[in-house]
């Protein structure tokens, strides 16, 4: 099968990329006027840069659509960082005939869609995209089936909660699978080293490295702040930390709400944050909040952990930050 103008105007940059000039000089008499267009300032692109460009000769016949296509697989990559509290997946879906789409989702730490957006995307743009997630993750990318997989997961969560989702999302159906029947665990990450010492040693490691002092609030703080400050009226911020915390475990001790809080959405961020940590190359720090994750949820009583006040903390912590910020919104208005 020839190919389209569109996808021969596709293939043109990566051309000139590649520095193929006898490639462009046998498009330059293409039938269609944008492609010849586009040949011209690719030729003078390469002349510029001191490609020696070769005399016209027999035509260059750009092969079948699939040869230049590209590699016609799913992938996907996972940003866990530019919105705290937020995962945002990407799929990357070729078309079975030609272009394809580009699928972005975004994930509350509740398992619901926050966001969806579907984008056609030209084989030219998936291929140059799959270069920046392999230049990016150091050749490290999420598996398409299990972000797929994440996105339905969310979205069934998000309709179960009797809470709408985007449009976009149910006409993106066909495309992204059936739904698991239980939360896709990312067995990507299988492969790293399982920690197994004390987590109070790398509790805070894992904290700054996964910027959780600006997680978004996940849980009511005030009720169990309350049975804190009645059972102990004296301590301060002078109070020895030590003391500070085990007050702090004593008022959530049998909490339900807290419980909750901690095997879910909390423990989530800790598994999403994983995934970043090893798309970024951070193995170790990455085994840490996995084994954090897998604490959370392997006991009944999370509460109890001895690390888990540096959690709660944080979230009395953005729990202030975000009620100063609505009354300073309140004041402007």
């Known amino acids: 099968m020839a190919a389209s103008a569109q996808e ?9 990329r590649q520095r193929d000039a006898a490639a462009l000089v046998g498009l330059a008499d293409s039938g269609d006027k944008a492609v010849r ?20 000769g027999s035509s260059w016949t750009p092969g079948s659509v699939a040869g230049l296509r590209g590699e016609l697989v799913e992938a996907a990559m996972a940003d866990v960082g530019s919105n705290p509290g937020l995962l945002r997946l ?16 975004t994930l509350t730490a509740f398992e619901q869609v926050a966001d969806f957006k579907a984008y056609v995307q030209t084989d030219g743009q998936r291929t140059r995209l799959l270069r920046d997630w392999d230049r990016q993750g150091g050749g490290r990318t999420v598996p398409a089936s299990w972000a797929k997989a994440r996105i339905r997961w ?35 990450l299988d492969a790293l080293t399982p920690y197994e010492g004390d987590l109070t040693e790398v509790i805070d490691g894992v904290l700054r490295s996964v910027a959780a002092n600006i997680w978004p609030p996940v ?12 059972s102990h009226p004296n301590i301060t ?28 959405p909390l423990a989530n961020l800790l598994e999403d944050s ?22 959370l949820r392997g006991t009944d009583e999370p509460e109890t952990l001895p690390w888990v006040s540096r959690l709660i903390g944080l979230q009395i912590a953005s729990t202030l930050a975000y009620q100063q910020q609505r009354q300073q919104q309140q004041m402007r208005t």
Do not use: C, M
Not at 219 to 230: A, C, G, I, M, S
Not at 274 to 288: F, R, V
């Open 37 to 56: 267009k586009a040949v011209r300032k690719a030729i003078h692109v390469l002349k510029t840069k001191g490609v020696e460009i070769p005399e016209k």
């Open 274 to 295: 994983s995934i970043g940590l090893w798309l970024a190359g951070n193995d170790e720090t990455a085994a840490h909040a996995i084994a954090l994750a897998k604490a």
């Open 154 to 188: 969310s979205r069934e969560q998000t309709l179960g909660r009797g809470v709408a989702v985007p449009e976009e999302i149910n006409r993106a159906l066909i495309h992204l699978g059936d739904a698991p029947s239980e939360r896709p665990e990312p067995s990507f």
């Open 8 to 16: 021969v105007l596709a293939q043109i940059p990566d051309l000139v």
């Open 237 to 264: 911020q002078e109070t020895p930390e030590d003391e500070r915390q085990a007050a702090l475990l004593s008022g959530i001790a049998g909490d339900e709400s807290v419980r909750k809080a901690l095997q879910g």
């Open 219 to 230: 849980l009511d703080v005030e009720p169990f702040l309350k049975r804190v400050t009645e």
């Open 90 to 105: 990407f799929v990357a879906k070729p078309g079975d005939e030609s272009n394809g789409f580009l699928f972005v989702a």
